[in-house]
């Protein structure tokens, strides 16, 4: 069954730098998002895209977060310079119309 | 802004009991999801149901609809020690927005063997 998978699985990094978090989102799916989690809260809508653009955004995506499908497979998010309140499980997902499937996350530790 | 929030917050039950779940959003909405999250891992899609839809049935699960009360119901039966996670709704609103779902905090089910 297809899933959508993401890398790295855990990412530690310094206050300051940028990450960029991958995801190969489902292949024949058209629409793509990325979430947050911060430890024991709820996952928050950061982002959706389609048709090679921004559809939607939430007020955590700011100038710090941008998206990216760089080839016809991976779709990638960047965080230019990462703040400790940034540390979250970040789910990427993507869907044909509704049903949204998720990635397993990428766990982001900001020192 | 619409938002799903789901009770209770923990359920503890027995193996081959029935656990439900209820969960109440604000504000119009398209669809309502079900999803479940092992501890520290993914969120697995489980169910849609759209709003002009009242009962949907999967395998164990049944999910209601309720859209006067602008609540959902999620009943697992015959509820098995695998069926241990968090399980989450998750709204759409009806203002053609196509993503942002829109999570509650989740009720957190233990199921004891």
């Not at chain 1, 955590?60 to 960047?78: A, W």
């Not at chain 2, 169910?47 to 999910?63: A, C, D, F, M, Q």
Request: proline share 3%; glycine share 8%; charged share 20%.
């Amino acid at each position: 069954e297809p899933e959508v998978t993401q890398t790295p699985s855990h990412q530690v990094t310094q206050m300051g730098q940028e990450v960029i978090l991958r995801c190969v989102p489902i292949s024949n799916h058209l629409y793509f998002y990325w979430y947050r989690q911060i430890l024991g809260q709820k996952v928050e809508f950061l982002v959706s895209f389609y048709n090679n653009e921004i559809s939607e955004k939430s007020e955590i995506f700011d100038d710090q977060f941008s998206v990216e499908r760089p080839d016809g497979s991976n779709f990638t998010l960047k965080i230019r310079s990462t703040k400790l309140e940034d540390s979250a499980m970040y789910f990427c997902a993507s869907s044909q119309v509704y049903e949204q499937f998720f990635g397993p996350g990428t766990r982001l530790t900001v020192l | 802004s619409q938002q799903g929030e789901e009770d209770p917050q923990a359920l503890s039950i027995q193996e081959g009991e029935n656990a439900t779940m209820n969960c109440s959003y604000k504000t119009s909405i398209n669809n309502l999801q079900w999803y479940r999250q092992n501890s520290g891992r993914g969120l697995v899609h489980l169910i849609l149901i759209r709003s002009n839809e009242r009962e949907k049935h999967s395998g164990r699960l049944r999910v209601t609809l309720d859209t006067s009360k602008k609540s959902s119901s999620l009943l697992i039966t015959a509820s098995r020690a695998a069926d241990t996670a968090s399980y989450f709704c998750a709204t759409t609103g009806s203002g053609g927005s196509q993503g942002n779902l829109i999570f509650g905090k989740g009720t957190k089910l233990s199921v004891k063997p």
